[in-house]
């Protein structure tokens, strides 16, 4: 099915702004448009392509398959557009864009200060929303355009996606500062026989980062809880005989006492990736290095 011959930029926009939101008054008022007028665009853009484009569902609406399968190219043809009115020179004081960072709590915690605190110096009318860490959507929130640049550890990240690495960290084994049944120094058998959190960002996962580094060494661990973000599992190692490996750049915490394990699990990398329709980007390219140069201090 064909859709007619000429549609304007601005029902493309509203279109995109449908699949996001979901929802005819809340683009209304994004766009500043009565929902009337969402709705008329709505009906000229389902007579332009022949489909549907939305059903409602609830107080709102979802798209239809032949939408989600627009969105790629709704994004690249609204870009395109765009660009054609950019100023040729990046002027970071001036821009008034939204910027989206997505990375687990480890990363807003020990990087992203010194990232804002540039960007604040320097762009002050540049938005910024960071987002907890997807790692099963990363994929298409990179593509879709619902996250900008990630930070993330490159076994979690999409293949074929541009990245830099900027850092490599360490685990630490941590338990209760609490916690006198451990001690200062501890073999790796008898970590493993403690009960143990990991973190999973975002899929509940109870095998965590390093399990295939305990099971290497012939000691599988035992793992009784699992957490979303670092900050959560250090309060319920905290207040637990729980133990945990916790990144060496969250480390010292008052709340916990550090463990010499021999040998070390590994060093991961953390890298910054993002979708290669964006790699020439001016904006994307300024935060970029903002990120790295706040990952070498």
């Not at 099915?1 to 601005?10: A, D, G, L, Q, Y």
């Not at 398959?65 to 994004?75: C, D, H, S, Y």
């Not at 685990?171 to 073999?187: E, L, P, R």
């Not at 490996?245 to 953390?270: C, K």
Request: hydrophobic share 40%; proline share 7%.
């Amino acid at each position: 099915m064909k859709p007619s011959k000429s549609i304007e930029i601005k029902k493309l926009k509203i279109l995109l702004a449908l699949i996001k939101e979901k929802n005819l008054s809340k683009v209304a008022e994004q766009l500043g448009m009565s929902q009337q007028a969402v709705s008329e665009h709505l009906k000229k853009l389902r007579a332009a392509f022949n489909d549907r484009l939305f059903i409602r569902s609830g107080s709102g609406v979802q798209p239809t398959a032949f939408t989600v399968a627009l969105q790629p190219k709704l994004i690249a043809a609204i870009e395109a557009v765009d660009g054609l009115l950019k100023p040729d020179t990046f002027l970071p004081a001036s821009t008034k864009a939204t910027f989206t960072l997505s990375c687990t709590d480890l990363e807003q915690v020990s990087l992203l200060p010194k990232v804002l605190s540039v960007i604040r110096k320097e762009a002050p009318f540049l938005k910024i929303a960071v987002k907890k860490l997807e790692l099963d959507s990363l994929a298409a929130d990179l593509k879709n355009g619902d996250v900008d640049v990630a930070l993330t550890n490159p076994a979690f990240a999409p293949s074929h996606y541009p990245c830099e690495t900027l850092y490599n960290e360490q685990y630490t084994c941590v338990a209760s500062s609490k916690n006198n049944s451990v001690s200062s120094s501890m073999s790796i058998e008898s970590i493993a026989n403690i009960p143990q959190v990991v973190v999973s960002p975002s899929r509940g996962d109870f095998s965590g980062a390093i399990q295939h580094w305990f099971e290497s060494q012939g000691h599988p661990r035992n793992v009784m809880m699992t957490f979303p973000t670092f900050s959560a599992a250090i309060a319920a190692i905290h207040s637990t005989d729980l133990c945990g490996f916790i990144p060496r750049a969250l480390l010292p915490d008052s709340r916990l006492q550090m463990i010499e394990v021999a040998p070390l699990p590994p060093q991961f990398e953390v890298i910054s990736i993002w979708h290669q329709r964006l790699s020439s980007d001016p904006l994307t390219q300024w935060i970029r290095g903002i990120i790295r140069d706040a990952a070498r201090q």
